[in-house]
């Protein structure tokens, strides 16, 4: 399939750079295809921004960053109009926002006002200053990088913020054997440097169209609903996961599914897919924190617990 050898070349060239970090070059393609954001969560110095910087090369991208501080203001991101006294008239100067790829850098770092003026963009794929709608250029991905938040000087995100991200993942550290790999291309150059484009922004375009195209079955809807469900009824889940939840699992795995080179979906994609969707969009009752529960303990318990659709692999 000509598109899985598209979307299978940028993975292999973000390995170029992340060494051992496959499956988050993957998860990154996949919300790219399904033009959704990704909130990457670690601690610093593990390559969080050479990921973006990657993926921004591997598609020929306008790439912008945007580093969060507590100083920030909202018209350091979105942009600002200015008067200009010669013609007297306001010109608007955009913001880093108005890019393709968006590296928002330590976005916990920054106070929620500021925060909150990456909402509309990631969900509309627009700004609003003085009244007038502008509209972001296709394709518009924003993967945010946040330090623990046990980390000082961090905000939490709100919960709606929290919902505009289509996954959440962490890198974790690199094994021994990758890291000195890291260092041995790292000896003379920044990978980075060499790395070269392997598809257009054209070509993105109509691969993330393509995803719309992947076949979802009644029986994988019903999977996907009930897990949300689930989620909600769930004793220790204070809040569980919207209907914007359901939506955003679903348009995962028709991203996931074509990268895998098919034109349906499999159970087992949800079953993949579903920690990644539902983790930060999932709070627990605080008497369930307290005994070292996690989100994640919670949603492998139910999708143990809930039976898996089967049916002929040609009739899903």
Excluded: C, W
């Excluded at 509309?120 to 990088?145: H, N, R, W, Y």
């Excluded at 990978?191 to 979802?216: F, G, Y």
């Excluded at 897990?227 to 991203?255: C, D, F, N, W």
């Amino acid at each position: 399939m000509e598109a899985q050898q598209k979307l299978q070349a940028i993975v292999h060239n973000i390995e170029k750079v992340m060494i051992g970090k496959k499956h988050i070059a993957e998860l990154s393609v996949v919300a790219l295809l399904a033009q959704g954001h990704i909130l990457l969560e670690d601690v610093p110095g593990v390559g969080k921004t050479m990921m973006v910087r990657a993926l921004a090369k591997s598609v020929n991208a306008d790439f912008k960053r945007i580093q969060f501080t507590p100083d920030l203001l909202p018209s350091d991101v979105v942009g600002v109009s200015i008067y200009n006294p010669k013609d007297m008239e306001f010109h608007f100067r955009p913001g880093p926002i108005m890019g393709n790829i968006i590296l928002a850098d330590e976005i916990n770092r920054t106070s929620p006002k500021t925060q909150a003026a990456l909402l509309e963009a990631m969900e509309e794929a627009s700004v609003t200053i003085d009244g007038k709608t502008l509209q972001i250029s296709k394709p518009f991905f924003v993967m945010a990088t946040q330090n623990p938040i046990d980390y000082e000087g961090t905000y939490p995100l709100p919960e709606a913020q929290l919902d505009r991200f289509l996954l959440k993942m962490k890198m974790g550290y690199p094994t021994k054997m990758d890291e000195v790999e890291i260092l041995r291309r790292a000896e003379r150059e920044s990978p980075l440097n060499a790395l070269q484009s392997v598809i257009t922004i054209d070509e993105l375009i109509l691969l993330q169209n393509e995803v719309n195209e992947v076949a979802v079955s009644d029986m994988i809807k019903d999977y996907i609903v009930t897990l949300s469900q689930k989620t909600r009824e769930h004793p220790a889940v204070y809040l569980g996961v919207s209907p914007r939840a359901s939506i955003a699992l679903m348009k995962a795995v028709q991203a996931y599914a074509l990268l895998k080179g098919r034109t349906y979906v499999r159970p087992d994609d949800v079953q993949y897919l579903a920690p990644y969707v539902f983790a930060h969009r999932i709070l627990l009752k605080p008497e369930i924190r307290y005994d070292s529960v996690t989100v994640e303990d919670i949603i492998g318990r139910i999708l143990i617990n809930t039976a898996v659709p089967v049916r002929k692999m040609d009739q899903l």
